[in-house]
């Protein structure tokens, strides 16, 4: 991905320096900024996420594409926000200096095992340990029948081992407990379990009898505007169309792993999870234990993408093990275990109608989804929500069937809701385009919204126009033939495609301390998580902000449960939410020292801020980031083999708090938007109920081979009803949206719509030789 983007397929700007990752922002803006984009004159630039330098590394820039001289532009010095500062902890990283969840080398430490139900659906009618009890170094088998009693939890995916139930494959009906990781490996798979079945169902239709309209939540299931199917019957062009997204699996680098240990009544764990804050309050519940009595340390986590957003069974495993041997105990799910214990995506089936008039002005959406959740818990997947957000139309239909099946329980994955959702959606609008004869980045700003459509609320800022108008010149959309098939390349069908992007902004109350120190320095603790974001870079550039100080001056603690409480990372809300107790923390220090006269005391100045009430105050506009994506695909004839050759997101996300970390997120989204479009999805083994695709050679993930040139830019915003950094989330907004694009990519370049994901080459082959 370093490459030259013009030598992976085409124009983005003759221009532009080399793709490369910003390594500093420090000098003058540069005063060659572009115009005549037709981009209105409103004041907003857009900034490339990379940076061009000489050798020597002076006088480097800021790449910017620029209309207007920013009004309010992002201050060039080495420690204000925006600065490209590089992450603090980086070089431990990749030197191997960090420790993670599964590596604290606890004295007397062991390990366990967990053994998972062969059984769709049943019980457990006798657990036989002795063959596994008699092999070396074998201290416990946990079962059903013995293992420590937990308190009732709202969170039923984590009562492991209370009772002889097995709701799905895969569940833990046993642990196995050792010296050794290889010793409980075995004594594991020597554990024989009798079960008593019954006749599973995991087998998800729209018509299925079980299938309910959910309730509660933090979105309505069904919400309803007008008419929508009188005014689609009556509409001057039509559209009816369905989409399908398969099971998709989180599988961050770092599989969920916890260590417990156990001193008298004190519970400390480390543990993989994108909260401790949360894993402290739910351990405490189940174990019956005062919330100052648990400790739980999650330094450094190997990504997560929402899978490790509560707490997962491998966390009660260990705890339990630890209490019942009374050593310290690791427990590490191997990846092949994953898929049925930690959450996955769950699959969707769209409906999409569309009504428009003839000149392509929107009447009438209709958006009805229909999901699975599990027995054991409920989660809904929100995919149909996006059609709320996105266009205007008087008439709406936004609606949620879920049916329960005997299938391990979904879960967050990256942009819940909004990925499959958008995908669908931004599919239909590419097909209602067609139908219309209209250019589809034209018909997206033909049906903008002047307010939410969902709620009415207007937006606190809404950009949309922006991105795609600037995407597309920087893109060399207006060079594109719209004829399907038009190019090609030998055996090669070359397509290009573009579908919006849009994500809430999701804010929640937290904690923080700001420390001044006799010594100049200064120390902010907050428990937020930083799971490969850089929160505490971030965090740190915040503080020197607020302190007027240089970064070097700011150290920043994170990641413990005895620190300030701070929530959870996910709904792209960690930096939003915690920046705001940082902010609030430093800028009251400031004036405090302001005020102080002479030398700090030896213990410093402590200033602490809570933002309960007001960051999770209800607001009366409508909050979201927004953003476009453009792709282009080679489609193989031959093969059927997709390959991307490049793409371009720009977004509009608030202020960038850093153009480095920020550029990772936006680009590393896309990566796993790619994926979801060519190359992940599962399937329900339906007489097994299991998912086939356990390991990374079947549920094939993006490697470097998949990757095209990949170019992630921003539309600098300013939006004061955010929070005092005016920012917006940046972790999830580059996954929504990219499927479609490149699904509309494969659509011109072959004439054929393919509806379901993802577009591997036996399916887009199929496809190919029907049409000839």
């Known amino acids: 991905m370093a490459n030259d983007p013009l030598e992976h397929g ?28 037709g981009l209105p004159h409103d004041g907003l630039v857009t900034r490339a996420a990379s940076a061009a330098s000489d050798e020597s590394g002076e006088g480097r820039r800021l790449r910017t594409g620029a209309l207007e001289q920013d009004p309010h532009p992002t201050p060039r010095t080495g420690t204000a926000l925006g600065a490209p500062a590089g992450r603090r902890e980086g070089r431990e990283k990749v030197t191997g200096n960090v420790r993670y969840a599964a590596e604290y080398p606890l004295p007397g430490r062991v390990h366990a095992w967990p053994v998972p139900a062969a059984v769709a659906l049943g019980r457990v009618t006798g657990v036989d340990t002795s063959a596994a009890l008699a092999l070396p170094g074998v201290l416990a088998v946990l079962t059903p029948g013995d293992a420590p009693r937990l308190r009732e939890t709202d969170d039923a995916t984590l009562a492991v081992l209370q ?17 050794t990781l290889e010793a409980a490996r075995a004594a594991a798979q020597a554990v024989h379990v009798g079960y008593a079945t019954e006749d599973h169902d995991v087998v998800l239709r729209p018509d299925h009898p079980d299938a309910y309209e959910p309730e ?5 299931g069904r919400l309803e505007h007008g008419d929508p199917h009188g005014a689609f019957a009556a509409a001057d062009v039509r559209l009816d169309t369905e989409y399908r997204v398969p099971p998709l699996h989180n599988h961050p680098m770092e599989p969920h ?22 894993v402290q309050s739910v351990l405490a519940g189940l174990f019956d234990l005062p919330e100052e009595h648990v400790t739980v340390v999650a330094e450094h986590v190997g990504g997560g993408f929402g899978s490790k957003g509560t707490p997962r069974p491998d966390v009660v495993l260990a705890v339990m093990a630890a209490r019942h041997t009374g050593r310290p105990v690791t427990v590490a799910y191997p990846r092949r275990y994953m898929p049925t214990v930690v959450g996955h995506r769950a699959p969707t089936l769209h409906r999409l109608r569309l009504g428009a008039t003839a000149d392509g002005h929107l009447t009438a959406v209709l958006h009805e989804v229909t999901t699975h959740t599990s027995h054991v818990r409920e989660y809904v997947e929100h995919a149909a929500v996006p059609s709320r957000v996105m266009y205007t139309a008087q008439h709406l239909l936004s609606s949620h069937r879920v049916v329960p099946l005997d299938v391990p329980s979904p879960s967050w994955m990256r942009a819940p809701g909004e990925a499959p959702g958008m995908y669908a959606l931004e599919s239909a609008v590419d097909e209602l385009a067609g139908a219309l004869g209209v250019d589809p980045v034209e018909l997206r700003i033909r049906n903008e919204p002047e307010r939410e459509p969902g709620s009415g609320k207007p937006f606190s ?21 719209p004829r399907p098939r038009s190019r090609t390349e030998g055996p090669l069908l070359i397509g290009t495609g573009v579908a919006a992007a849009t994500y809430p ?74 920046g705001w107790a940082v902010h609030e923390a430093c800028t009251a220090l400031a004036a405090r020292l302001a005020e102080h006269p002479g030398p700090l005391p030896a213990e410093g100045l402590l200033v602490r801020s809570d933002t309960t009430g007001r960051a999770d105050a209800d607001s009366p506009y409508a909050r979201h980031a927004f953003g476009a ?67 990374l050679a079947s549920y094939h993930v993006p490697a470097h081979a998949d990757v095209p040139a990949i170019e992630a830019d921003w539309i600098v915003e300013d939006d004061p009803h955010l929070n005092p950094m005016g920012s917006k989330g940046v972790g999830e907004i580059g996954i929504v949206g990219t499927a ?19 577009l591997t080459p036996d399916r887009v082959l199929t496809g190919l030789l029907a049409e000839r």
């Open 461 to 481: 800022s809404r950009h949309l126009t922006e991105c795609l108008r600037e995407g597309a010149r920087r893109f060399g959309w207006d060079r594109r033939d």
């Open 163 to 179: 009772n002889d139930h097995v709701p799905h494959r895969g569940w833990c009906v046993a642990l196995a407990v050792a010296e």
């Open 257 to 278: 792993a916890s260590t417990a240990h156990w001193d008298g009544d004190r519970l400390t764990v480390y543990t993989s999870s994108q909260g401790s804050t949360t």
């Open 740 to 758: 479609a694009a490149l699904g509309n990519a494969v659509h011109h370049a072959t004439g054929i719509r393919f509806r379901e994901l993802p």
């Open 505 to 578: 902004v999701v804010i929640r109350p937290s904690t923080a301390t700001a420390q001044a120190l006799p010594d100049g320095t200064f120390l902010i603790r907050v428990n937020a998580a930083d799971i490969g974001t850089g929160a505490r870079t971030v965090l740190a550039q915040v503080a020197a902000d607020a302190l007027g100080v240089s970064l070097e001056r700011v150290r920043t603690e994170v990641g413990r449960s005895d620190l300030p409480p701070a929530s959870l990372a996910g709904d792209s809300s960690g930096t939003a939410s915690w």
């Open 629 to 695: 994506h453009f792709a282009e695909v080679a489609v193989d004839t031959v093969t059927g083999e997709v390959r991307a050759r490049r793409m371009l997101g720009v977004f509009a996300a608030g202020r960038i708090l850093n153009t480095r970390t920020a550029r990772s997120q936006f680009v590393g989204a896309m990566i796993m938007g790619l994926g979801m479009a060519l190359t992940e999805g599962s399937t329900m083994d339906a007489p097994f109920g299991d998912f086939p695709e356990a390991d």
């Open 10 to 37: 085409g124009p983005l700007l003759a221009t532009d320096p080399p793709y490369d990752d910003p390594v500093a922002a420090t000098g003058p803006a540069r005063d060659d900024r572009r115009a005549g984009t």
């Open 216 to 220: 509660g939540g933090a979105q309505p």
